[in-house]
């Protein structure tokens, strides 16, 4: 098999770090300094945004499955321009999409559903705002609409911070969500669907804060690690069930299916799971501590996904073992950034903001590296990851990624 895999980031290097060994060859998008390393594996240059561009690079390299890794792309259609190209597709139609795309619309699905989620007011003016502000207690709860590569969201005991975020949502021509605050864990599940069936990958827990204690703003995320051995067992089973199977059964009577991943951030709250975020895409950096624990090989599962044929895939293998990913993030992050700073990687390490400068790896963008840890149990895991930290200059980077498991 020949894999196109579109996106840049620690997402897409810890999935071709998955997927090369199965296969012939396999193309990245632009891809990175890591991605470029691994055997089997050709980086090429082009812009995963524009649909008829990635048609091209799929018949320039006759590939017979396209793995889209952003939410960017998969927003923008860029599945759509691929399928009617007659390839298959890993990732939701621009349609399905708007599942993350727009947090009201992911609402809107969820009511229709009959999913448990946060109660939540949509603003489109300051004075809805001011008024919804008034019906939650703090800790208010404010989201952008829109994309904003998981830092859209603030959460604050401060009324004038969360007013003023809101604020800054509708002056920049977006809508905005004003939610119940949701206490308890948060887990985030990926389910793997090709429009019918549903089939979940091991629960992770990120860590979206920049600073220890969940402290700072909040990121596109510091740190994550699987399994869970604290969750409830039967967590899993009753998500697909009461969340993935009633969503991804909506869309399709919508004439939108599902194909690819749903992401669901889950809340464990005292009145039950109750989602807080839906992405269509592999969470970063759920990914770099889930998708190393598979023993299924991850393009048959994605071909069967987007061939339709999940249904006929035999029940995935795991490897009982634990992964824990920390996130080292330049200086700066999640505001302005300090880069072009040189980088030193480990041979477990996953890239997400590199680029090659003068034959060095360099850091480009707001989180740099993930660097890996593995052990039998979490704590192992954990020990093996702060061992391997390499920290450039700068660098950020959280000292409790799953402390206490």
Not at 57 to 78: Q, T, W
Not at 359 to 384: E, I, P, Y
Request: charged share 20%; hydrophobic share 40%; with cysteine.
């Amino acid at each position: 098999m020949k894999i196109l895999l579109l996106g840049s980031g620690g997402r897409e290097h810890a999935l071709a770090l998955a997927m090369a060994p199965h296969l012939d060859s396999l193309v990245a998008v632009p891809g990175n300094p890591g991605i470029a390393q691994i055997e089997n594996v050709q980086c090429v240059d082009g812009d995963i945004l524009n649909g008829a561009a990635m048609v091209q690079v799929a018949r320039e390299h006759e590939i017979d499955l396209v793995v889209i890794g952003p939410e960017a792309p998969l927003v923008a259609g860029v599945s759509d321009d691929l399928r009617a190209a007659d390839f298959a597709v890993f990732g939701p139609s621009g349609e399905a999409a708007r599942l993350e795309g727009s947090k009201a619309f992911a609402k809107h699905i969820m009511a229709l559903a009959e999913v448990p989620t946060a109660m939540a007011h949509i603003c489109t003016t300051r004075e809805q705002v001011d008024d919804a502000l008034q019906m939650f207690p703090s800790p208010y709860v404010v989201k952008d609409d829109g994309l904003a590569a998981g830092k859209g969201v603030v959460v604050t005991e401060d009324l004038d911070e969360a007013r003023n975020h809101a604020y800054s949502c509708l002056d920049a021509g977006s809508s905005v969500l004003i939610e119940e605050y949701l206490d308890g864990p948060e887990i985030s599940l990926l389910c793997i669907s090709d429009g019918k069936t549903v089939i979940p990958l091991e629960p992770a827990q990120d860590f979206k804060r920049l600073k220890d204690d969940d402290e700072g703003p909040n990121t596109g995320g510091m740190g994550a690690y699987s399994p869970l051995p604290w969750a409830p067992k039967d967590l899993t089973d009753e998500t697909v069930e009461r969340v993935a199977y009633p969503v991804i059964r909506q869309l399709e009577r919508m004439g939108t299916p599902f194909i690819g991943i749903l992401y669901i951030g889950l809340a464990l709250t005292s009145r039950g799971i109750r989602v807080i975020e839906f992405n269509v895409r592999f969470g970063d950096p759920e990914t770099q501590s889930v998708v190393p624990r598979l023993r299924t090989p991850l393009p048959d599962v994605l071909f069967a996904a987007a061939t339709g044929k999940l249904e006929h895939l035999p029940p995935l293998e795991w490897d009982p073992g634990a992964v824990v990913t920390v996130v080292l993030a330049s200086e700066g992050y999640p505001g302005k950034l300090k880069v072009g700073v040189p980088v030193e990687c480990g041979a477990e390490d996953v890239q997400a903001g590199t680029m090659m400068k003068d034959g060095q790896v360099v850091s480009c963008g707001g989180r740099v590296v993930c660097v890996r840890g593995f052990g039998d149990t979490v704590a192992q895991a954990r020990q093996d990851a702060y061992a391997r930290i390499r920290p450039f200059e700068g660098a950020q980077y959280r000292s409790d990624i799953a402390a206490g498991v």
